[in-house]
């Protein structure tokens, strides 16, 4: 069993930063691939970025690309998300994901092709 847990979540102002944290407990972090989604109000729950175990392989949605950056440490367990930038259309709950390799393909891009969840975190950002 992983358990992933999140920080980081909160209100910003348009242009400004958030930096997530998910943290992982439970089995070896760095046997996963890791990835963020995100859930706005009405919507279904999207990918935005993975990153693989040796943190070479990233990978982001067009819409973050040159504002996110994803990242890991798996000396420390931990997943990170910083985001600059923001736009009010980011507000969002935001979930980190672990997905068990199995075989090489990168990136997963799917809800169904992950193992474990946090329990998602909010970020608002205010025009």
């Known amino acids: 069993q992983v358990q992933l847990v999140e920080s980081g979540g909160g209100l910003v102002q348009a242009g400004g930063s958030l930096r997530l944290s998910c943290a992982a407990s439970g089995r070896t972090f760095g046997n996963y691939d890791m990835g963020w989604f995100r859930q706005a109000p009405g919507k279904e729950r999207e990918f935005v970025a993975a990153?693989?175990?040796?943190?070479?392989?990233?990978y982001y949605v067009d819409f973050v690309k040159g504002r996110f950056t994803i990242s890991r440490d798996n000396a420390k367990n931990t997943l990170y998300l910083q985001m600059n930038s923001l736009k009010p259309e980011d507000t969002a709950v935001y979930y980190c994901?672990?997905?068990?390799?199995?075989?090489?393909?990168?990136?997963?891009?799917?809800?169904?092709?992950?193992?474990?969840w946090g329990q998602g975190t909010q970020v608002t950002v205010s025009s």
């Open positions: 994901a672990a997905k068990l390799r199995r075989g090489w393909a990168f990136p997963a891009k799917l809800k169904s092709e992950y193992d474990y």
């Open positions: 990153i693989g175990w040796s943190s070479v392989d990233t």
